[in-house]
């Protein structure tokens, strides 16, 4: 296997790299996952990572648990969370938790106290609120709960800009994971960022819980703050089915308001990985470049 080479692109561009096959896709991102939990764990002794739900991270995730790639995971040192949850019991068969749990958590050395899953059991609300304040205290530092609530809200959610001791007068906290992984829907939405939805606006607040009319149902999920402090984001996305909008949220016009994909600019690397089919409309015919690698200043 030759080894995971990545391009470090400056902050607002983003790097897309076009794999032939879903297989070939999955190999990339094992190698990608393997290579930046091992460069969190050489910084500071620990990778936060978030995965995603859906049947390409499955793939994924069955890839990983595998004994080529996981032996190459220090997984006493990873701690997992969710860049979203669906309002549904642990071992629902929709739960985003479960489904990582059993085509991956269940089959590698990690411990129980690193799986960082939302805890459904308290209600959307409570359960987005308890999982900002988690990460807060294990990613971040924090204590929430010493933390004045924020005004705008009577959920006790903390808010992005805190006073704190360890921290400038009104310095900005915000947990960084090392990397985020995430995926695209048919229409452009991310996590559960969907379009036209409130969340979309969030400022404050580093998970929320919203109503989706789309699917009818309750989510909790990662805001736009959270996600682009991030050292690391891959969005993975496999499939003749999204190459329109593949197309739209690349080199369509910026209005992340129809296309949430198209909101995640994080500070630190975000990389597309996907498969021909997905980047039929973005990277075929002949005007295709050589290289590898595409970039694009983010507007």
């Known amino acids: 296997m030759p080894p995971f080479v990545i391009v470090l692109n400056d902050d607002s561009t983003y790097c897309l790299q076009v794999e032939p096959t879903p297989a070939a896709l999955m190999q990339l991102a094992a190698r990608g996952f393997v290579f930046w939990a091992g460069k969190a764990i050489e910084r500071q ?166 109503f989706v009319p789309k699917v009818n149902m309750q989510r909790i999920t990662f805001t736009y703050p959270l996600i682009n402090s991030a050292d690391t984001v891959i969005f993975l996305v496999s499939g003749a089915g999204k190459a329109g909008t593949l197309r739209r949220v690349l080199i369509g016009d910026v209005q992340p308001d129809v296309l949430p994909s198209q909101g995640v600019m994080p500070h630190g690397k975000l990389l597309w990985m996907v498969d021909a089919a997905a980047a039929a409309e973005v990277a075929a015919g002949p005007g295709y470049p050589a290289q590898e690698f595409i970039y694009r200043r983010a507007l």
């Open 45 to 210: 002794g620990v990778a936060h990572i978030a995965l995603s739900g859906g049947s390409t991270p499955k793939a994924l995730f069955e890839l990983l648990a595998t004994e080529a790639f996981a032996r190459q995971v220090f997984w006493e040192r990873v701690h997992v969370w969710w860049s979203d949850e669906r309002d549904v019991p642990a071992d629902d068969k929709d739960s985003n938790y479960k489904l990582a749990h059993d085509a991956l958590l269940s089959k590698v050395p990690i411990p129980q106290e690193n799986v960082h899953r939302v805890k459904t059991e308290l209600g959307a609300a409570p359960a987005a609120a308890a999982y900002e304040a988690e990460m807060l205290r294990e990613i971040a530092g924090v204590d929430a709960a010493a933390l004045p609530p924020h005004p705008s809200t009577s959920s006790g959610q903390v808010p992005l800009a805190l006073s704190h001791p360890d921290h400038a007068p009104g310095a900005t906290i915000r947990p960084r994971f090392d990397l985020i992984l995430l995926g695209m829907g048919d229409d452009g939405h991310t996590a559960s960022l969907f379009p036209h939805s409130e969340a979309l606006q969030e400022q404050d607040r580093l998970v929320v819980s919203h």
